[in-house]
């Protein structure tokens, strides 16, 4: 836990969250992706503490929040966090998210606009089509996201990887960082225990699952009515570039030099400075 900072509860939405708060100033939500918790953002946290309310938060099913059988659509989880922001007392709040994290952020943005000032996404934008054209077989360098397919499957992951998420974790940092010391055992043996259970493994699948009903709602959106902040690593910069700008009308994009997929593990600096310098 960071100085200064401390964990709390909050049942919303018909499920309980878990979150980690400190910092003063204007209300900073964060949300983590898989196959991590709110710890991911725990060396941003403090340099954003100078500014900022900043509450991590450890999304529906994940960690020590509940992990009930459904509402794992994007859409749902987003609202999970808008009656988070108002449990906390607040009107409106900026977002920033990683990965799944990102997802649920754009949902909220778009579902809940009077309860958002800025939006800021790392990595990954919200599901849309794009998503039914990925290669069973990558080629050309091409990441071999192969969790994508084993977790739309229901059942199976949790008998073959409850206990072993140790490997899943170890490979996922190998193969996704620029620099694997980034991420040290103590903290890869934490996110191993936090999705190590049958249940745990079944609920973070759930945000994979969701994906055909989280397409389908993308298909409504219209574009963002708030400014928009996208950071992605050198890998990614190229495709955010391509598709973000058309997201909404005020889109602002970042590239974090030396990161692989983990940005605010590998650059927290960088991604502190780049925040700071949005949400103003």
């Known amino acids: 836990m960071p100085d200064g900072f401390r964990s709390a509860f909050a049942e919303v939405n018909g499920t309980t969250l878990h979150y980690v708060v400190g910092g003063q100033g204007e209300p900073l939500v964060l949300l983590p992706g898989w196959p991590v918790t709110w710890r991911e953002f725990r060396h941003v946290m403090p340099l954003l503490a100078r500014r900022y309310r900043v509450i991590a938060v450890d999304l529906r099913g994940m960690n ?40 649920v952020a754009f949902s909220y943005a778009i579902n809940h606009p009077e309860a958002i000032t800025r ?42 990887l409850a ?21 040290g055992d103590s903290d890869r043996l934490a996110y ?55 997201l909404g009308a005020d889109v602002r994009l970042t590239m974090i030099e030396g990161s692989g997929h983990f940005l605010p593990v590998e650059q927290p600096e960088a991604v502190a400075e780049a925040l700071t310098d949005f949400f103003g």
């Open 64 to 103: 020590l929040s509940a992990k009930p059988p459904t509402g794992y659509d994007k859409k749902t989880m987003a609202r999970d966090v808008f009656e988070l922001v108002r449990h906390l007392g607040y009107s409106r709040a900026n977002l920033a998210g990683h990965d799944i994290g990102s997802m």
């Open 192 to 246: 191993a225990g936090a999705y190590d259970s049958p249940d745990a493994i079944r609920a973070g699948n759930g945000w994979f699952q969701t994906f055909e009903q989280d397409v389908a709602d993308f298909t409504t959106y219209g574009k963002l009515t708030v400014p928009m902040l996208g950071l992605a690593s050198p890998a990614n910069f190229p495709g955010a570039q391509r598709t973000w700008p058309r």
């Open 163 to 183: 206990g072993r998420m140790k490997l899943v974790v170890d490979h996922v940092f190998d193969t996704h960082l620029v620099d694997r010391s980034k991420v």
């Open 119 to 160: 939006l800021a996404i790392m990595e990954v934008g919200h599901p849309d089509a794009s998503l039914y054209d990925l290669k069973l077989l990558p080629y050309d360098g091409a990441p071999n996201l192969w969790w994508f397919p084993l977790n739309q499957i229901r059942g199976l992951p949790e008998q073959l």
